[in-house]
């Protein structure tokens, strides 16, 4: 009798034990990414090194660019002064961000219905182009799509990018296009012959060309392209966190409303052309009515 009481109060205790693990770790599990983030004081973005969007300032090793800022300005506000700017590889941006390496990315990623399935897009925050550039003088003069499929050109642009769709649906055959994991090889191949254009977003090229970087290359200018190939730009937060998404999204139309957004744009040399308008939302870029549930402009 006496030897058993103390196995009984161990199987007691144990059980206890066991019933406040499951407790605590029950409530460490419930906490969202957004409370962790305003209880921290921290968050983590991807970006992917490339000027305007987001990007190593070079004599600071600061991140800078039209996200960085835009984000440094709504989560400040919060109480959140670590922003954690990681920077990889436009492909490895949303694999990044589903694997947990990031809480949000934020590099020029444009909404598309694709991209819904895997993200929680926020509300869009530019309107993005296809821009091309060439060598100087344009010797080929490429003027859209069009001259690409016309002069059986060899077009170069980022792996993944919304600039390979839209270049499919004008139809440049997949055998005429090249594709890099960086805007520094496009531009590379560019300068050696291996490819005539590189076709970019708009505020990549802006920002290209303002970089002091493009000696002997030149935008294409006019690239022209239509309105249905235009896209948007937006920060993009796993699915599970859509009350993070709802922050962030609350804090843009802020930075809308009291004018620095304007004055970022203007900082990095983007007009009313890069304006989104009022009646495109993320909900209809999506083409769900919901904003997704589930791989910069590219």
């Not at 002064?81 to 947990?100: M, Q, S």
Request: with cysteine; charged share 20%; proline share 4%.
């Amino acid at each position: 009798m006496t030897s058993r009481r103390p196995v009984s109060l161990a199987l007691i205790w144990g059980a206890v034990s066991a019933l406040m693990a499951i407790a605590l770790g029950g409530t460490a599990l419930a906490e969202s990414t957004k409370e962790r983030v305003l209880r921290e004081g921290k968050i983590v973005i991807g970006i992917h090194n490339r000027t305007p969007w987001g990007f190593r300032d070079e004599a600071t090793g600061q991140a800078v660019g039209w996200h960085p800022d835009l984000l440094r300005a709504a989560f400040s506000e919060l109480g959140v002064k670590e922003i954690d700017f990681r920077v990889t590889e436009f492909g490895a941006l949303i694999p990044g961000l589903l694997a947990g390496r990031f809480d949000a990315v934020a590099s020029g990623l444009s909404i598309t219905p694709e991209r819904c399935l895997q993200v929680a897009f926020g509300e869009p925050d530019l309107k993005v182009h296809d821009a091309a550039i060439v060598l100087a003088g344009n010797p080929k003069q490429i003027h859209g799509f069009e001259d690409i499929v016309s002069q059986n050109i060899i077009m170069g642009a980022g792996r993944g990018s919304v600039s390979v769709r839209n270049a499919t649906g004008a139809g440049v055959p997949e055998a005429n296009m090249l594709l890099f994991p960086d805007i520094e090889a496009n531009i590379s191949a560019l300068r050696s012959g291996r490819i005539d254009v590189t076709v970019v977003s708009s505020p990549t090229a802006i920002g290209l060309l303002s970089s002091g970087k493009l000696k002997g290359l030149e935008s294409a200018t006019p690239f022209v392209t239509t309105d249905e190939q235009a896209t948007y730009a937006a920060v993009a937060f796993r699915s599970d966190d859509q009350d993070l998404r709802a922050l962030w999204d609350e804090r843009l139309l802020a930075l809308k409303q009291d004018g620095t957004a304007s004055k970022v744009m203007a900082r990095y040399g983007f007009g009313d052309s890069e304006l989104v308008p009022d009646s495109v939302t993320m909900e209809k870029l999506c083409g769900t009515g919901t904003g997704g549930t589930d791989g910069a402009g590219k």
